[in-house]
């Protein structure tokens, strides 16, 4: 039957009414590109952008039989651990299985901490159903989890389940808390404090909000550090035609890879509270952290053993999610964020926000319950757990080595060490003739570049311009996600194109 309406053509006469009718219509539409929101055509994704639209088309050329010089795409595009063939934590999902459809509890082939955490969480449910809407904030229980792991976390350092707020992944409640702080028009607009290179949902939630970007560059020379006398900059810069009021960082970085020192962490907070900046900390890759003697430090943490001076005034409030880490979760949306000194009368507004949208993915609340209320030491599920959570881990260290040396081995690519997240961010000299001819088709250089390897590779990746770079410099993101012989493929293919990309245009 659907194969017969897929194939129905209608009569000639009747197309032909079709499209003058669509025509004279758009021209009375109530919603055209010229009346639509303003805003919403400033955004930019460049995670899915044009590359990733024209990888799909080539995706399809391939299975339809377009003869083509490689066999497949592969996308290097995203931070989407499982669908580079990452497995998911068997003890996360025999969870999620057994909240899913209950009746599992009565198969023994559930080891009993998954029953347990399962039968936990149901409880906590409207009619022990996971189908049901938890309460906006999210499920009691799992706050109370949150907060013991964060807890945990930071050596001790209170956290009051009450300053939690579940969301649908963390980009959820960065936009929340943006749509919070954005207010005012003209020079007191609010202005917001982005790290370039930064993960672009950041510009694409002002943009949409009609905030003002304020950017201030990390120092590639530093292995893409933040450097205080540049955010003083920027700051300067930026008060001039509007009012910057919030600081937002990425730690470990995207795409940038690098993990803040613990006195780069005080020296933020220090210019934040002189400054009255409200900071926003990004810490979904806190278990990803991978080069000697590096150690990812929580702001909260950092800010508590400041002491009362600054964890009594300075106003935080921090991310995290179940996508990114040994989780690779992405689908489920689940994340949390926890605010630190908020003022009483908007933590009600805040509410009020959530619970128009009543609440979180259950299924991702579920989930996230896992990740802070693992298995313990004399759990049965603990073995298994570790060596699965061990592996996926020492796999990405072993990968953001491979690829930085080998990127290092290229002529004209220079990478900074991976030092954290899942993520190269490499720079790349291009010849003038490329950026000139760039130029003449209205690209940015690097979107050339990286059109050019999707068209002769199939390698999908990012441009650096859509991120964020200092003017002249170049770069592409990579994800350090592919298994390793396929990383190893992919990384020879980008050396053997960039060496006939500048021959063919030096």
Not at 308 to 317: A, C, G, H
Request: glycine share 6%; net charge neutral; proline share 6%.
């Amino acid at each position: 039957h659907s194969h017969q309406k897929r194939n129905y053509k209608p009569p000639r006469g009747l197309v032909q009414e079709k499209m003058t009718e669509n025509a004279v219509f758009s021209q009375n539409m109530v919603l055209t590109i010229d009346t639509m929101n303003p805003n919403v055509k400033k955004v930019e994704y460049a995670v899915r952008g044009p590359i990733v639209q024209r990888a799909v088309q080539i995706e399809k050329e391939l299975r339809e039989g377009v003869k083509k010089p490689f066999t497949e795409v592969i996308k290097a595009n995203i931070g989407d651990a499982h669908a580079m063939g990452q497995q998911p934590i068997t003890f996360f999902r025999q969870v999620l299985a057994l909240c899913s459809y209950p009746e599992l509890l009565k198969d023994n082939m559930f080891p009993e901490d998954a029953k347990s955490r399962a039968r936990r969480i149901l409880q906590a449910c409207g009619g022990s159903s996971l189908g049901a809407y938890s309460a906006s904030q999210g499920i009691d229980c799992v706050r109370q989890d949150v907060a013991r792991y964060i807890e945990r976390r930071d050596g001790g350092v209170p956290c009051d389940p009450d300053n939690v707020y579940l969301t649908s992944g963390a980009s959820d409640g960065i936009v929340t808390m943006l749509k919070l702080l954005v207010c005012g028009e003209g020079a007191s607009k609010t202005g917001v404090m982005i790290s370039i290179p930064q993960y672009p949902l950041y510009s694409a939630a002002l943009a949409e909000l009609g905030a003002v970007q304020v950017n201030y560059y990390l120092n590639e020379e530093k292995c893409w550090s933040m450097d205080l006398s540049e955010l003083e900059r920027s700051l300067a810069e930026a008060r001039k035609h509007c009012n910057p009021k919030v600081l937002c960082i990425i730690n470990p970085g995207n795409p940038t890879g690098q993990v803040q020192s613990r006195q780069c962490i005080e020296d933020v907070i220090r210019f934040a509270a002189k400054e009255h900046l409200f900071l926003m900390a990004d810490e979904v890759y806190q278990d990803n952290v991978y080069a000697e003697g590096c150690q990812f430090h929580s702001f909260k943490k950092v800010l508590f053993e400041l002491g009362p001076q600054y964890s009594n005034t300075v106003e935080l409030v921090s991310f995290h999610s179940t996508s990114k880490c040994y989780m690779g979760e992405c689908g489920f949306r689940g994340g949390y964020m926890e605010v630190i000194n908020m003022d009483p009368e908007v933590k009600a507004q805040l509410i009020k926000l959530v619970s128009v949208r009543l609440c979180p993915a259950v299924p991702g609340q579920a989930l996230m319950d896992m990740v802070v209320n693992s298995p313990q030491p004399g759990e049965p599920s603990y073995t298994t757990f570790m060596k699965e959570r061990t592996a996926i881990l020492s796999l990405l260290a072993e990968k953001a080595k491979l690829t930085e040396e080998i990127l290092n081995t290229v002529p004209g690519i220079t990478c900074n060490p991976v030092q954290g997240a899942m993520y190269s961010f490499p720079n790349i000299s291009l010849p003038q003739k490329a950026i000139k001819e760039a130029k003449a088709l209205g690209q940015a250089p690097d979107m050339f570049y990286c059109m050019k390897m999707l068209e002769e590779t199939g390698i999908c990746l990012v441009p650096g311009s859509g991120f964020g770079q200092k003017d002249g410099t170049y770069h592409f993101r990579m994800t350090i996600l592919p298994p390793t012989d396929k990383l190893k493929l992919l990384l020879a293919k980008v050396k053997e194109f960039h060496q006939k990309f500048t021959r063919q245009y030096s």
